[in-house]
């Protein structure tokens, strides 16, 4: 399995950027589906989950501003991100955690994203 992270850049603060992470190889099914981001100096922080069971879960740092979603068809999530704020600024990583065939915990290289003020 592979994931591949994108939508990243540099973007003014107040403005919004949209990731994607793009799932691919042999996945009949999935669990928990999640951003963390990795600030320079930072813990790396989760900021928007997918339970296994379908619910969301928001950082309280994004929440209001963050949107995470999925088109299970293309095994691809999203993370919408609007009014961004130069601490929003790190590199996002995706993380997909896959049930079936086999299971497994699986990471993106990330995309970075850079807010100015």
């Known amino acids: 399995v592979q994931l591949q992270a994108s939508g990243g850049g540099l973007v003014q603060a107040g403005g919004s950027l949209r990731l994607s992470c793009s799932a691919s190889g042999r996945i009949f099914r999935v669990g928990a589906m999640a951003w963390y981001r990795q600030a320079p100096g930072k813990s790396r922080e989760r900021v928007a989950t997918?339970?296994?069971?379908?619910?969301?879960i928001y950082a309280d740092s994004v929440n209001g501003r963050f949107t995470i979603s999925r088109d299970n068809a293309k095994n691809t999530y999203y993370l919408q991100m609007n009014d961004l704020e130069p601490d929003d600024t790190a590199l996002y990583l995706c993380y997909l955690e896959v049930l079936s065939p086999y299971k497994g915990n699986h990471w993106g290289l990330g995309t970075q994203v850079t807010v100015s003020s």
């Open positions: 997918f339970t296994r069971g379908g619910d969301t």
